[in-house]
């Protein structure tokens, strides 16, 4: 019998009643039965709460003030009973036997707290191949985290302590708060990759935070800057100075197209220079 008895499952919604349905129907069809389905509306005005109504005493659902996904996410975490907390973005769904792959996968690897699946992505209802770029990997994975996310929540299975010991989604970042997470999960974490293609991401739709906000590397510099008081060793702090220095690089080249960027980005790139330098 698998040692993981009883997973929560958050679903994070915002005015997504269009897709909610697929993605409660793909957590609901697992054939690892043993869940707790919450989904957490982030204040939506569609109708998502008729669509919740339809599953009746199957879904936990919870309304909140819209605060954004993190703090859809942190409610789901602290109101979850189970030890073991799943994520699923409610435009992405998985295929049914995901839990049940992954669970076994965690019981053969005991020492593992975090595990994630490999990923088919959908783009405007097109099937699209990742990037090398977006390749994933399994073990000690700190240094592959630093250019962009590689860990997606809809695959993740993990356990609460992580966020007892790390702390939970950051609610100040609009976007790349789970670039910022998994930095400082992957710090202290190794991660556990199943390479078989479990969950289906979908995007290109135009309420995806990404095409709303440009300029991503404003937030990923935001987490570096918190990682980096985080790392004490000198091999691991040249690695978050030397990502500092790429990303503030393009910023700072930016702005000469942007003329509203402020000008601190060329003085932070200016001093995480120096921070290398005195590293030897």
Same mark, same amino acid.
């Given at each position: ?134 390749? &994933?990997? /399994? +073990?000690?994975?700190?240094?592959? @985290?630093?250019? *962009? ?6 695959? #993740? !299975? ?42 289906? &991401?979908? /995007? +290109?739709?135009?309420?995806?935070? @990404?095409?709303? *906000? ?6 990923? #510099? !935001? ?42 980005? &060329? ?14």
């Amino acid at each position: 019998m698998n040692w993981i008895q009883f997973i929560s499952v958050i679903i994070p919604t915002y005015n997504r009643a269009v897709y909610l349905k697929r993605a409660i129907d793909s957590v609901l069809n697992q054939t690892f039965k043993n869940i707790e389905l919450i989904v957490v509306d982030d204040g939506s005005t569609d109708n998502t709460p008729d669509v919740v109504r339809m599953y009746e005493d199957k879904v936990k659902y919870i309304r909140i003030e819209h605060s954004g996904v993190s703090a859809s996410r942190n409610t789901g975490i602290k109101a979850a009973s189970s030890k073991w907390i799943a994520f699923l973005d409610s435009d992405d769904y998985w295929l049914n036997k995901k839990l049940e792959i992954q669970t076994e996968y965690m019981e053969k690897n005991p020492h593992l707290l975090i595990s994630q699946t490999d990923e088919i992505w959908i783009r405007n209802g097109v099937r699209v191949n990742p990037m090398l770029k977006h390749r &994933k990997y /399994g +073990g000690w994975i700190f240094k592959e @985290s630093l250019p *962009l996310c590689i860990i997606s929540p809809s695959a #993740v !299975l993990i356990h609460r302590s992580i966020f007892e010991d790390v702390g939970y989604f950051d609610e100040t970042l609009p976007i790349c708060e789970d670039y910022d997470l998994w930095l400082r999960v992957t710090l202290k974490y190794p991660v556990g990759l199943i390479k078989e293609k479990l969950i289906v &991401k979908t /995007g +290109g739709h135009d309420d995806q935070l @990404s095409k709303k *906000l440009w300029g991503m590397d404003r937030y990923r #510099v !935001l987490a570096l800057e918190k990682t980096l008081n985080m790392v004490s060793d000198v091999e691991r702090r040249r690695l978050v100075l030397e990502e500092l220095v790429k990303k503030l690089s393009v910023l700072s080249n930016g702005r000469m197209k942007r003329k509203h960027l402020p000008n601190t980005y &060329k003085i932070k790139l200016e001093f995480y220079k120096n921070e290398i330098k005195k590293l030897g």
